[in-house]
């Protein structure tokens, strides 16, 4: 009963290294979603995909690559990671994309970059 | 453009006295509004969402919303608090379509005093 599992949960880098986030879901859930969240901000849309062999842009996606590998894991690639990266980072998935179905969240990769 | 409001970034209340956690938002069309909750080091979890029909939504843990269009207002309370409700909360709205629309609030964090 893992629901949405992140790798690694804690990370630290130096400016202009490169790291990918993993994330997987076991529910089956077509859409996924990378956030993150910085204090007194909530959460911030990277990017998502609506459905498997699909990806776009969310609020925040300078800086950040995806790829949706399949219909289970949506992994956050960092090329060239700078200080204001430093942040929580969230992968969510749901059953369907449209904008009433709720979202599941992992529990988050901690991420500095110094 | 939608957004969404929550007042006070941080609400303390006794054990045993009520919980409202307000939250306002802006749409031009009906919204789907949802209340998440995250413990510390984890993840959101759904508390409870509105999408359409009663107004007086109830979720998990005792939590309930009122959705008042008249007011914009989807406020969280909960009659008696308990130690473990010590949590931030995030209210958010999706309207449009898609759930990569959805807009989270900056959160409210509630402590418990014994």
């Known amino acids: 009963n893992a629901g949405v599992t992140q790798t690694p949960k804690f990370q630290v880098l130096k400016t202009g290294q490169s790291m990918t986030l993993q994330c997987a879901q076991d529910?089956?859930?077509?859409?996924m979603y990378w956030y993150r969240q910085d204090p007194g901000m909530g959460l911030r849309l990277i990017y998502y995909?609506?459905?498997?062999?699909?990806?776009d842009k969310g609020e925040v996606p300078n800086g950040y690559n995806v790829s949706r590998l399949n219909k289970r894991e949506f992994s956050l690639r960092l090329e060239s990671a700078a200080p204001s990266q430093t942040s929580v980072y969230f992968c969510?998935?749901?059953?369907?994309?449209?904008?009433?179905?709720?979202?599941?969240f992992g529990d988050g990769t901690r991420l500095s970059i110094l | 453009a939608q957004s969404v409001t929550q007042l006070g970034s941080h609400v303390s209340v006794s054990e045993g006295a009520l919980v409202l956690l307000r939250c306002n938002y802006s749409?031009?069309?009906?919204?789907?509004l949802f209340w998440y909750v995250q413990y510390p080091n984890q993840g959101l979890q759904l508390l409870l969402k509105?999408?359409?029909?009663?107004?007086l939504v109830k979720g998990i843990n005792g939590f309930e919303a009122e959705f008042k269009k008249s007011e914009t207002s989807f406020h969280l309370t909960k009659p008696s608090a308990h130690m473990s409700d010590a949590a931030e909360y995030f209210c958010?709205?999706?309207?449009?379509?898609?759930?990569?629309?959805?807009?989270f609030g900056s959160g409210t964090r509630l402590s418990i005093r014994p």
């Open positions: 969510a998935s749901s059953i369907l994309s449209e904008s009433n179905q709720p979202q599941h």
């Open positions: 529910m089956n859930h077509n859409s």
């Open positions: 995909s609506a459905s498997e062999g699909t990806t």
């Open positions: 749409s031009s069309v009906p919204p789907y």
């Open positions: 509105y999408t359409t029909g009663a107004t």
């Open positions: 958010a709205v999706s309207v449009g379509g898609s759930a990569s629309k959805i807009i």
